[in-house]
């Protein structure tokens, strides 16, 4: 099993000590009000793009982006969600074939998923290794934790027959093990740009261990921005969601659009959330998550970054709720603590080639701020943020 130690070792001559996760813990609770506090946790080592969740044991698991933008490397760490990052295992590198992760345009990051026996499950754009004569450009690699709990399995290429990826894909995974990789994209024969693209499933019922063809699940054709990121999940009863912005009308409709399986991903269901007439692309990213009796949906629109609660069949249960006092605002994450609590998050003023800042509020079950909106400096450039939350109700943001 991956061990916990004094230094974190991470290959090719990198190393830093645990403090190095532990230096920036900015206290214990930089913003709280009414029993909601907010802990930030910087990544080790000048890591970038980070991507966390909760296993069912409350264990927390990290991945993150390191090396040059255009062609570097994913690393991985756990720790019990209750010790924190002091009892943080040895990262360890997760792309098999070196140099072969992107960061560059930030919406390429990775994400991750956690699946049936807690198994962690990764995917990210990935590019051709640096010494291949014929690679395929850029693909859906897939990796995940093997059998032992002690390193990465090879990772492998998920576009079977599909190629021309841009923006980044996602992974969503439940208890049965079933996992979805899904990312957008066009057939080959493709001769309608944007408005050709789509969203495709690559689904595995055996754990990951095998996948089928990747096939298109739109069930209406909305074309897909090109680069912009997407994000799936499945809920505690096995609905799979996707949130995605599509490229209408010559592609200069760019909605956010939601898909929504209610069969472990035969058939979907297709929603526009929030409609935006925009002829280009705003590299965007999406979040979803658990509430109490709802999923969790964040996204952009017009330079804002907006949640709201979503019914079983992807209806808003009430109006979107917009980041409050944001300036330029993009990649928004939520999460619940599981106690009426929801951490709303966001970057402030990055794009492209440039770093910023972020901001966070807490809002109760009913949408009403609690405590202030926090706001820190330190996003790197090609960054964004992630989130989890304590057993004790405290929220994380790993930046």
Not at 142 to 148: A, G, L, M, P
Not at 256 to 279: A, E, V
Not at 356 to 373: A, P
Request: glycine fraction near 12%; charge should be positive; include cysteine.
């Amino acid at each position: 099993m991956f061990t916990a130690g004094n230094r974190f070792c991470y290959g090719m001559g990198l190393a830093i000590t645990a403090a190095g996760i532990l230096a920036a813990l900015t206290g214990s609770s930089p913003k709280q009000g009414r029993n909601a506090s907010v802990v930030l946790q910087q990544l080790p080592d000048g890591g970038i793009q980070p991507q966390a969740s909760v296993d069912s044991k409350g264990v927390v698991h990290v991945v993150f982006f390191k090396g040059k933008p255009e062609a570097g490397d994913l690393y991985y760490y756990r720790y019990p969600a209750s010790a924190g990052p002091s009892s943080a295992s040895r990262p360890v590198r997760v792309n098999s074939q070196p140099g072969t992760a992107m960061a560059t345009g930030t919406i390429r990051t990775e994400q991750i998923a956690i699946g049936q026996g807690d198994r962690v499950h990764v995917v990210w754009n990935g590019i051709s290794a640096k010494n291949s004569k014929d690679g395929p450009g850029m693909y859906m690699a897939y990796t995940r934790v093997n059998d032992s709990g002690t390193a990465f399995e090879p990772q492998q290429n998920l576009c079977k027959w599909t190629g021309n990826l841009d923006g980044g894909g996602s992974v969503a995974a439940d208890t049965e093990g079933s996992v979805y990789a899904v990312w957008h994209t066009g057939a080959p024969d493709n001769q309608k740009g944007e408005a050709g693209r789509g969203v495709f499933l690559a689904a595995s019922r055996d754990n990951g261990a095998t996948f089928g063809r990747e096939r298109p699940i739109n069930p209406d054709p909305t074309g897909a921005c090109a680069c912009c990121s997407m994000r799936a999940f499945v809920d505690g009863r096995g609905l799979l969601r996707i949130l995605y912005r599509a490229a209408m009308q010559e592609g200069t409709q760019r909605d956010t659009m939601l898909l929504t399986s209610i069969d472990k991903g035969k058939t979907f269901s297709l929603r526009s959330l929030d409609p935006w007439t925009l002829n280009a692309c705003p590299m965007s990213s999406m979040s979803l998550a658990e509430g109490e009796g709802s999923i969790l949906a964040a996204w952009e629109t017009r330079e804002r970054v907006f949640w709201a609660p979503l019914s079983s069949d992807g209806r808003p249960i009430r109006g979107a709720t917009v980041a409050p006092e944001a300036s330029k605002s993009k990649h928004p994450i939520i999460v619940s603590n599981g106690k009426g609590q929801v951490l709303f998050a966001w970057t402030e003023g990055t794009g492209w080639q440039r770093g910023g800042s972020f901001s966070w509020q807490v809002y109760d079950s009913s949408g009403r701020n609690v405590g202030e909106r926090g706001h820190a400096d330190g996003i790197p450039v090609w960054s964004l943020l992630s989130a989890y939350a304590r057993p004790d109700g405290t929220f994380v943001i790993l930046h």
